[in-house]
């Protein structure tokens, strides 16, 4: 059974940095897509960064310019690097991988970004 396992949530300061970490493990699974989702308090959950074969991505406007999406393969794992963080940014982070015929997703980390 494929399980990922998140890592990295924190507090932090605004303008601060933070980097996740979402590892998938417990079985053999292709992975054609690698993704972070957020959810706020009150808020739907929202699409924050995206990576799919041929390392083609795509960010959320709220992010764009602050943060990264990255991903090995090799490893099935997928990482978000956020800089400049905002106390908007506050949320509860959740990865997600898959193909076309499987979606994993991840228990969610939360990131709270806070003076």
């Known amino acids: 059974q494929v399980q990922l396992v998140e890592s990295g949530e924190g507090l932090v300061q605004p303008g601060g940095s933070l980097r996740l970490s979402c590892a998938a493990s417990?079985?053999?699974?292709?992975?054609?897509?690698m993704q972070w989702h957020r959810q706020a308090p009150g808020k739907e959950r929202e699409l924050v960064a995206s990576i799919s074969s041929g390392d083609y991505t795509h960010y959320g406007d709220s992010v764009k310019g602050r943060f990264t999406i990255s991903g090995d393969s090799a490893k099935n794992t997928v990482y978000l690097q956020m800089n400049n963080l905002k106390p908007e940014d506050t949320a509860v982070y959740y990865c997600?991988?898959?193909?076309?015929?499987?979606?994993?997703w991840g228990q969610g980390t939360q990131v709270t970004v806070s003076s």
């Open positions: 417990g079985g053999s699974v292709t992975i054609n897509y």
């Open positions: 997600n991988m898959g193909n076309l015929w499987r979606s994993y």
